[in-house]
Each structure stands twice: as C-alpha cells, then as structure tokens.
C-alpha cells in the first residue's frame, strides 16, 4: 500500500535517525540541556515579575543586586544550555551524516553497471553532496530546532496561562492563522525545492561530463553551444530558488505581520486591564517579554519550515540510491551452485542468447550459439552495432535480460556471483581509466595481496616495464587527469598490466589497440601476441594482425552469426569475413 507523503516522510526521517544510533549518547545528552533552557526561559519573566513588583514599584532596593544578578545567571545559562544543545545535536548529526555518505558509497559500489550507463555520473554525485549537505544543513537546523523551540512554546504558554488567560487567548488566535498560510506554502516550497535539486543534479551532470571532454568541447569549438546548454540548467535552477525565495519571504511577511498584531492587541487589552487593576504591571512587563519569546521561534519556524522542506527533498533524491537494486540482491534467490565446478575456467557456451537493452528496444542479439574451450582464442568481427561489445556485457553481466542460455563449465551465468565471475573475466578496453594515483596503485588496484613483485612482473609480461622504468619515480610516478601526463598507448599498456595482474584466466579484449599512439603501437601487438600465445581470450578487433591466429572467428551483422570458422577457410569462402579482410587491405 502506497504511504501518504506525510508518512513518506515519517519514514525517510526514522531512516536517516538510524545513522544517530553510535551516537545516540551524545544526542541525549544534548537534548538533556532542553528542560534546562525551559526552566531559564520561566525563570526569566518571573524574576522580572519579581523585581518589578516587589522591588521597583513599592521602592524596596534590598536584595535588588542580588535578585539582578540572577536574571543575569538566569539569562547567561540559558546561552550557554542553548549552546550545549546545538552544539552536541550538530556534532551527533555530522557523525550521521558521514556515516550515511559511507552508506551511501558503499551501495553505489555494489550497483549493477547497467545503471551508470543510464545515470549520468554527476546526478549520482550531486546525491552525495549537495543533497547531504542539504540535509546537514537543514535537518539538523529545522527539525531539531523546531523540536527545541515547540518544548519551550508549549512551556511558555502554560506560564502565561498562569499569568492571564484572557490575554493568552487572544495570542492563541495567531495558531490557526500561522498554521494556514504554512501549510499552503509548505507544499509550494517542497516542489520547488524538488524542481531545483532535480534541475541541480542534471546540471551537475552536464557539467561534469563538459569538463571531462574539455579537450574535445575546445576541439571543435563547442563552448558556445556548451555554455548555452549549461545556461538552461542555471536558468531552471534559478527559476525554482526564485519561487523557493518567493514562499519563503511570503510566508514570514504574513507570520511576521500577524504576530506584530498579535502583541498590538495585547498591549491595548493589557492596557486596560492594568487600568482595572486586573494585572500587575510586572505581571504585564513579564506577560510581554514571555510573548517575545514565543514569537522569536514563530517568526523563526519559517525558516525552519523552509529548511524541512529542503531536507524532505534531499531525502527523497537520497531514498533512490537505497531503494535502487544492489547487483546482490536478486528479486528472487538463486539456487545454489556447486563451487567445485568454477575453481577454474573450462568451457563457455552461448545457446540461443538473444537481447535488446530496453522492453520496447530492438533485439541487439539474435540467436547467439558458439562455445570456447580453456586455451582458446575467440575473435569477433563486424560493423559498428553489429552486436560484438554486447556479448562481453552479458559475460560481465552488466545486463541479465537476456534469452537463452549462457553457460560457464556447464553453471548459468546468472548464477554465478559477479565476484565470482570476476576472477574470470578480465576486460581491456580502448577506454583507459587511469587514478590520479602511482603506476603500481594503477597496476594493482591498491589489492593488498600483490607484490611490488606481482606488479613489476605483470608490467614485464605486456612489456610495460620498458616505458615506466624511464619514469621519474618508475612505478612510484604519479599519473594525473586520467593519464594526462602520459601518452595514450603508455595509459592502455598500464591498462593491460592490470588485467594480467588480476589473474583472471579469460581476458576480454574491446578493440584494445584502437586508440594508440604509433611510439607504443608495435609494443601493444606484441603484447597482445604475448596474451594469445598463453590465455583464454576473447577480442573484438577491427586490426588483421589482433585476429588471423585466433582459433575461431565469428562474424556478426546486426546481432547474428553470418559465419564461423578459422582465418584460413573464412579467407577463401568468399563470404562476408573475406570482405572484411578486403576493406582492411591497405
């Protein structure tokens, strides 16, 4: 059953308190300064009572410093009880808040790879930060405040009840009024407050991937248009703050102005009860500095409103990185498998695997059959689209929608567990991503189980080593903007020492030597040779030299098999490889 967004709410918030938990002592204890700044806040009107009553107006100065000095004791604890609360609230909530950007990295890490491939990075990343930080902000600045605030009102107006109730009354008649205009634009501001974060993250996201492609944006004199596009999502973002603006000053216009009448008509009441004798005129005095006290915090509960709502929205951009599916934890559990059967790679085999990346998307694979043995070298050849990056997606299992069968020593791969799997397959790209990090944290991935050795030795086997050992530091060199400061074929050989360094048996190679430069392309063929004559491997190449040795060669268009078969026989078949191998002829 749907929940009412109240409840939503309700329900983000009782999450987002479980992070409070370590640190529940420190919230207690910040919260036990509460009852002591209620009591300070009574005291205080009663010592002005006092002191007016008792002292001033019957002219009676004795114990008159003592009764000052404590409303001034009165007054300095309040500060500091007022200081205490805040100041352990907010320590207990940045303690929360770090914990649940852990949380929340955590879970991003184990999300299915499908997902970044439709979630621009910096939407994710705006979840991360301008979204928590929101929340540091404003939950802990409106909620706590407002539970703070609400004890102290609630006290106050009892005391003033006590003081008269004929004027309490009609203070009371600002409730209903405070509580109408809030709740018409408490809804107002949390959909502009959604529209602006929502807006916010996309912007995020453009901009990140903009500075990413900085390169590529100068290159072809793109800034213009890029700097156009951006416009729109700071004009839509300022648009929505404009509105949050427009509630915010409308609501405490309205309060501020009905909480001034409010005092105007309590003067003027007051006024004549003190003619009749009905109040004291300490009784008045402390009845209105009470009533400014309880102002404050309703003048103040817009802003802590608007910090709510700020919140409200955060938590519910927060809440789709928590209801977002883990790649562990399947909608339904999986049999268990025999492990025996995956201590190492013997066979893969696809039946009949057929896919298509959305429901009402075309198939990008038709029918798929073939089968590799441990040892053997599988190439896939074809035009762009033609299906060949997909079969190493479904091996990674970035996707499992597909149809068929995929099988690894005779397990379905939707079985086996990705890290599991992932002790198979190594993935070379012509995409490199480098860490602005040393060449051995590159190689290694900072896995604590490899050896300096490990790592010089992988370096050594795809003839990294050559380049890295005339670095300034050698393996200790530090890479900066994904390579930046390296050459493009030096950022794929690193690249290629860290899947010989994972120790997977299967190595997948995508169009691996596609982007390099001519110093280090000679270096990469060798490697590759080097991986052929020892791995399982699987390439995708556009390159004769990458392809001709491998021990079957298959050929797609438009997500089917038009032919199989070694180079040799599919050379003199005069089919669609010897067409192939007729384009690539120089």
């Known amino acids: 059953m749907r929940l009412n967004p109240r409840a939503q709410d309700l329900q983000r918030i009782y999450h987002f308190l479980g992070f409070f938990q370590p640190y529940k002592k420190r919230a207690y204890f910040g919260l036990a300064f509460v009852p002591l700044s209620v009591a300070c806040n009574i005291l205080m009107p009663i010592l ?41 609230l907010r320590n207990a909530a940045l303690h929360a808040i770090s914990d649940l950007r852990k949380a929340m990295l955590a ?35 409106g909620l706590l405040g407002m539970i703070r605030d609400t004890l102290i009102t609630v006290s106050l107006l009892i005391f003033l009840l006590t003081i008269s109730w004929q004027l309490t009354l009609i203070m009371l008649f600002v409730g209903p009024v405070v509580y109408l205009l809030t709740e018409i634009l408490r809804r107002k501001l949390r959909h502009a407050y959604n529209q602006g974060r929502s807006v916010l993250a996309q912007g995020t996201g453009f901009l990140q991937e903009s500075l990413n492609g900085i390169k590529t944006v100068q290159l072809y004199n793109a800034e213009k248009s890029t700097l156009e596009t951006y416009k729109t999502f700071t004009r839509g973002f300022f648009n929505a703050q404009s509105k949050c603006n427009l509630y915010d000053a409308t609501l405490f216009s309205c309060i501020e102005g009905v909480t001034t009448t409010s005092v105007g008509l309590i003067i003027w009441y007051g006024s004549g009860e003190l003619l009749a004798s009905a ?164 190689i290694g991935l900072a896995k604590t189980t490899l050896s300096p050795q490990a790592i010089q030795a992988a370096a050594q086997y795809v003839y990294a080593d050559t380049f890295i050992e005339q670095l300034p530091d050698n393996y200790q060199f530090r890479i900066s903007n994904n390579g930046g400061n390296l050459s493009s074929g030096q950022g794929q050989l690193i690249a290629f020492a860290r899947a010989i ?86």
């Open 48 to 88: 002005i009572i006092y002191i007016i009553d008792e002292q001033l107006l019957k002219g009676s100065i004795s114990g008159f410093g003592f009764s000052l000095a404590c409303l001034l004791g009165v007054i300095l604890v309040n500060y500091l009880s007022d200081a205490a609360f805040s100041f352990y």
């Open 107 to 141: 879970r991003i890490m184990r999300f299915p790879r499908s997902y970044f491939d439709r979630t621009p990075i910096g939407i994710t990343l705006t979840r991360l930060t301008t979204d928590l930080e929101a929340i540091n902000e404003s939950f802990t600045q």
């Open 279 to 442: 109040i004291t005129t300490g009784a008045l005095v402390g009845f209105i500095h009470t009533l400014d006290k309880i102002f404050v915090p309703i003048r103040d509960f817009t802003a802590q409103v608007a910090a709510i709502q700020r919140a409200m929205a955060a938590f519910e951009h927060i809440e789709e990185i928590f209801t977002q599916q883990r790649e562990d934890e399947a909608e339904t559990p999986l049999p268990p498998i025999d492990t025996q059967q995956l201590q190492t790679f013997d066979t893969l085999r696809f039946i009949d695997v057929r896919f298509r990346y959305s429901e009402s998307g075309p198939d990008v694979l038709r029918g798929i059959n073939f089968t590799l043995k441990k040892g053997q070298k599988l190439a896939l050849v074809g035009g762009t689209g033609s299906g060949k990056s997909t079969i190493l997606r479904l091996l990674t299992r970035t996707y499992d929608n597909y149809t068929g069968s995929i099988l690894i020593n005779g397990i379905e791969l939707r079985r086996i567990p990705k890290q599991r799997l992932a002790k198979f397959f190594a993935l070379m790209q012509q995409d490199v991503h480098l860490f602005n990090e040393s060449v051995a944290f590159n």
């Open 501 to 586: 360094a994972s120790q997977q048996e299967v190595i997948m190679l995508d169009e691996a030597t596609a982007a390099v430069d001519s110093l280090t392309e000679k270096t990469i063929h060798k490697a590759i040779d080097h991986v052929f004559e020892e791995k399982t491997v699987i390439a995708i190449a556009h390159r004769l030299s990458t392809i001709e040795h491998a021990d079957q060669i298959l050929v797609l268009d438009k997500g089917h098999i038009v032919e199989a078969g070694q180079h040799a026989v599919l050379k003199n078949a005069a089919g669609p490889y010897a067409a192939l191998l007729q384009s690539l002829s120089p």
